[in-house]
């Protein structure tokens, strides 16, 4: 049984375990008892769970050196892009003061336990994954190489020191390579309590090391999940309803089995599974079924607009409560009110939801460009009836994850293929299904209430968040308390507001949600920040002082602030023709604060933005400058041109011809400022993408006072 | 159903498909060149783009009928050991994050060096705003152009 305690960074203990390698070497695996390593992820999305990611240590790697000297380092999160098959290693390789050309990264595949939990989200695989682990395990083998090189050389430990995969002796001048230290490391007791380099001492942690991959990238040769061939394997899509929720009502195949190439149509708990040769002969052969389908859902956008309105005339459930905000709105020396609301959103990573899987008697075998590879596994074994440890489950490279591979409906798709073809299959689904059979980013609004005081400074504000929790599609809710991810980014809000009420109005409609990269806040923040800034400009002050006063017991979310503003020269005033605004918000550990510069008379055009972070320690400086700005693209993205429109309960959206998204002549000039300090580590890969809207509507506003509150943003 | 004879990344390969197959699923289901990625499907998205006889082209709307005796590149052709300049520009600006989308960007940019060596912002924009890329490395793509245009 694996016991349940709490985290207590500074005295863990067999947090790194021996092993024994095949093959000789030093095998290392970092092993916590921890709460999320309970048992597999469960294969369907507990959202509440998910949010409780702070219990427990969350290892990441196994570590291996051979007797070569040469070290490979097991990565149990998934890479999307953000990075982790070089970051994570890189934790793992300073510590251990590794010559990083010898160091190997591994994708691990799926396992219950082993690697912790593997699910990538939250942007959590440093701040709430391997930081501290990983260090340890690092520290733990270096402090056994000395040890045993010592011991060979009958020096004391302490005089030892070492660089780069070796351990040297400077008063004898002897030095060893690890790969020859291995052996008799392997017979040594781990230390409970190795001595973790103090931050001035990194060598690699906060550098810019080539990434691990990029020539695989650039050759065509990273092995994607649509990639994966396996012998004899078969390819398939399948057809979904085209109304949410529905299901089949009629089939008629005929058509489809005449398409040369198609083997096979099946019925499969989604929809219509069609397999063949090819996933040409797949599309083709789905394009001629012909189907009908049952369904309840019937709701339109404006409906469902109508339908947040209403619930806010309601009651909410309270989220978060300071002072009296009524008296104070009383009081207030300029009182407002505003509705915001943001669309539905689609992830649309830009490779397609696909999975391989190979089912057979006693095992199965699954390829998934997944988030999620325990929930992967055990959607294998649940489907399939086999035990876990017959369910093989190999993380592939992911064409963007956005939380939408969080999910396993894609793997049910492969798996139920496979046991029903009794063949290896590839299913790959269509851009257009892809599109409109995603759990959506919420449509939401918020009804705001807020005053400024005699001095103009904020002294009460109201928010009444109304929009549904993420998974609402999947089942009854559990509870109906304020969903945390509903209003994330505004029950968090790190103003000084002496008076403040944050309440949630929860929606039922039956679009299906989920996780979006940055979840809540990458609405709530363009709605908090639209507001603060109304309020700003309605108490006739500069925005940038209106916040920074609200700032003093955030020093460090201030310094951001004030960052940026000196980036651009705030004080100085944009070009003419030109308006700026500004963003902030503190995300999942990570603080980031935008401003944006746009012109209109040629249309609206963002021209440029500046943005600083302050992540904390940071462990790969340019994949966190990759991150923000590439946040920077996914929130302007949703800004000009997201939203997920439902007609009758059909998603109206299909491709990138209707869904559009930001391309290179959009792009503005980006100019990223990392704040490095040895704070905690935190996010990196999500609190990039709120800031962006509010700063374009806030520049909006400062340039023609126009007020934007809603989103994507339409011109007048 | 009909033979096809096709000259991919200086090889000839005899395929037998519908007229209307895409190239795209052909290179990647029949040839075995998964390096062209899938993305939309109806050249909304670059993802797919490979050269005929060094022009840029979507291959999830180019019909294998259409093809006929035009030299098929693709990425894994576009070198034999990612020397090629674009992919020592894209390895040193560390263009990449998911991936995904590079080997259209880098076929789409490696089109434009061929006809202009030393490519403006303006005419990069418009060379590569064909291709999507989500995770939105579109800066460092453009230093890279930049870069593989100065150094060759
Ligand atoms: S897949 Fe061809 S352009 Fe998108
Ligand atoms: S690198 Fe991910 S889509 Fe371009």
Redesign the pocket.
Known sequence: MIKIRKLDPMNRRDFVKLGSAAGGGLLLSVSFPTKSARAAEPAHLDFDAVDMLGDGFQPNAFLHIAETGNIEIWVGRAD??QGVRTSLPMIVADELDADWNRVTSRQADAHPDKYGRQMTVGSTSVRRGGWMPLRRAGAAAREMLVTAAATQWAVPASECRTEMGRVIHNASGRSADYGALVGAAAALPVPEEPRLKDPSEFALIGTDVPQVDTQL?VTGQATFGIDVRVPDMLFATVLKSTVLGGSLESLDDSAAREVPGVRDVIKISSGVAVVADHTWAAFEGARALECSWQADFAMSSSEISTHNARLCEGDGVVAREAGDVGTALAAGTQRLEADYEVPYLAHA???PMNCTAHVEADRCEIWAPTQNPQGTQRVGAELTGLPIEQVTTHVTYL??GWGRRSRTDFVQDAVETSMKVGAPVQVVWTREEDMRNDQYRPASMIRFHGATDANGRLSALSARVAGPPLGVTDGPSRGDGADRNAVDGIATLLYDVPNLVVDYCRSNVQVPTGYWRSVGPSGNTFMLEGFIDELAQGAGRDPLEFRLELLDGHPRMKHVLQKVSEMCDWAAGPPKGRGRGIGLVEDKGGIVAQIAEVSVADGLRVHRVWCAADCGQIIHSGIVDAQLT?SIVTGLTAALYGEITIDEGKVVQSNFHDYEMLRMSDMPEVEVHIVRNREEPGGVGEPGVPPIAPAVVNAIFALTGQRLRKLPIRMA | MAKFTLRINGTRHEVDATETMPLLWVLRDFVGLTGTKYGCGRSQCG?CTVHLDGEPVRSCTTRISTVGAREVTTIEGLSSDGSHPVQRAWVTEQ????????SG?LMAAAALLDKNASPTDAEIDEAMSRN??????YQRVRKAIHRAAKEG
């Open positions: 999307m892009g990238k990573t830009m490779e064409g963007c590439g | 993802a263009v990449p994050q998911c991936g995904y989308c590079q960007q999507i890329c989500r995770c939105g490395t």
